[in-house]
């Protein structure tokens, strides 16, 4: 955007959300616009909300849009239903949707692993109403070991976030600590060490948590980084977040992973959303 400044773009490795950014086109269709855009990598929520175990047609196809473009997948989320919408992920979530959690645990390892992709987002689940947050939350231990061993077969990460409480009032992970805390309890559950932090700095900003501090204490154990504005969750530049600074913090703090595009363009073409960002910082390196 106009007078934002990008001292530190050559530092990191930008990745871009296709199911956020790119909306605008048909799924097989983002990679290649991506990879048009200046982009070599992306990443993704589950592509389909609402089947963890879609036909392998669809898994193939998906696969080959990205392999065509081409571009790197360098995270996946696993099955969390409905986003964007109501729903904030399945794994603690009694019944059907942790069972749904479970089909899907070995079907987005094995299409991160055809891909390269080292990262797999586990996102918690809301609270429900009348169901103990302990039984929620034991629950939940058990799915996230059960996608922590699922990772590390693939010599994946297994990421942990924390939502925003504004947008998401039942997500139980609303602060940094609450996140990290969970990473903790899953690898000292498997003994493994594959669960880390996805620290998304937009979330993170709504909740009022004092950012310098988060990248000070958790550098170090973050997995990925998503950035958006705030408030808004558009582009860099179009709020009020010190995003270049932050970057900045992030690197001189260790972190050299990637750093997800994960913000809504607004009312124009995804393509024009980038002019933030000079187009020779754009691919991975």
Request: with cysteine; charged share 20%.
């Amino acid at each position: 955007m106009s007078g934002f400044a990008w001292a530190t773009a050559a530092d990191h490795r930008f990745t871009v959300n296709l199911s956020i950014l790119f909306t605008e086109l048909p799924l097989p269709e983002r990679p290649a616009a991506a990879a048009a855009a200046g982009f070599s990598a992306v990443e993704l929520w589950w592509p389909w909300p609402g089947s963890p175990t879609p036909p392998r047609s669809e898994l193939d196809a998906l696969r080959k849009a990205i392999e065509d473009a081409p571009v790197r997948l360098t995270g996946l989320n696993f099955y969390a239903g409905r986003l964007p919408g109501p729903d904030r992920g399945a794994l603690s979530v009694p019944g059907e949707e942790s069972e749904r959690f479970r089909a899907n645990i070995d079907v987005a390892a094995g299409f991160a692993q055809s891909l390269g992709c080292a990262a797999l987002n586990a996102l918690y689940g809301n609270r429900v109403e009348g169901v103990d947050p302990a039984e929620q939350d034991a629950l939940a231990l058990e799915n996230l070991m059960l996608a922590a061993r699922a990772a590390d077969r693939i010599g994946a990460t297994l990421l942990i976030e924390a939502l925003n409480r504004t947008e998401s009032p039942h997500y139980p992970l609303v602060s940094a600590p609450s996140a990290v805390g969970v990473a903790d309890s899953v690898n000292e559950a498997t003994g493994l060490g594959n669960a880390r932090f996805l620290m998304d700095l937009y979330h993170l900003s709504v909740n009022g948590e004092d950012l310098p501090q988060v990248i000070e204490r958790y550098a170090a154990r973050t997995g990925h980084v998503q950035i958006a504005d705030d408030p808004g969750r558009g582009a860099p530049g179009t709020g009020a977040l010190p995003l270049a600074d932050l970057l900045g913090r992030l690197r001189d703090a260790g972190y050299d992973g990637p750093v997800g595009l994960e913000y809504k363009p607004g009312d124009r073409p995804s393509a024009e959303s980038f002019d933030w960002l000079p187009r020779e910082a754009r691919a991975a390196h």
